[in-house]
């Protein structure tokens, strides 16, 4: 099993992706081989949050040269995550007909999005 800190590469950041995180959506370059439910689980260990939806795609690399020298950059892959961002109490009924009532302990945001790169 791959460990969450293989999985997230680093984060991605455009101007696109910086307007998408008022939406609560971040984007993310990720282990190219990687599932949807492994990036699900990665990103919610590292950064207490709940993943609510997972979109990746998939780039492969750009033919380069330098001089004569021919080559191509690696391929990879992108994954853009959208968090809860309003975490609602959930409430449920337990035995007996008493109504009890859970508080999600999430962050509704990724404080640490824009410092690494």
Same mark, same amino acid.
């Given at each position: ?24 959506? #971040? ?6 081989? %990687? ?56 409430? #449920? ?6 109504? %009890? ?13 824009? %410092?690494?790169?």
């Amino acid at each position: 099993m791959k460990l969450a800190e293989d999985i997230i590469k680093k984060p991605l950041i455009t101007e696109k992706s910086n307007m998408e995180v008022a939406e609560g959506k #971040y984007t993310f370059i990720v282990d190219k081989n %990687a599932t949807k439910t492994e990036i699900k689980k990665a990103v919610e260990k590292l950064f207490q949050v709940k993943v609510l939806k997972v979109n990746t795609m998939n780039f492969k690399g750009k033919k380069k040269r330098m001089g004569v020298h021919e080559g191509f950059r690696p391929d990879w892959k992108k994954a853009i995550v959208k968090i809860d961002t309003d975490p609602k109490p959930v409430s #449920y009924i337990e035995k007996g007909g008493k109504e %009890a009532v859970i508080n999600k302990k999430f962050k509704t945001s990724i404080e640490e999005f824009g %410092a690494t790169q």
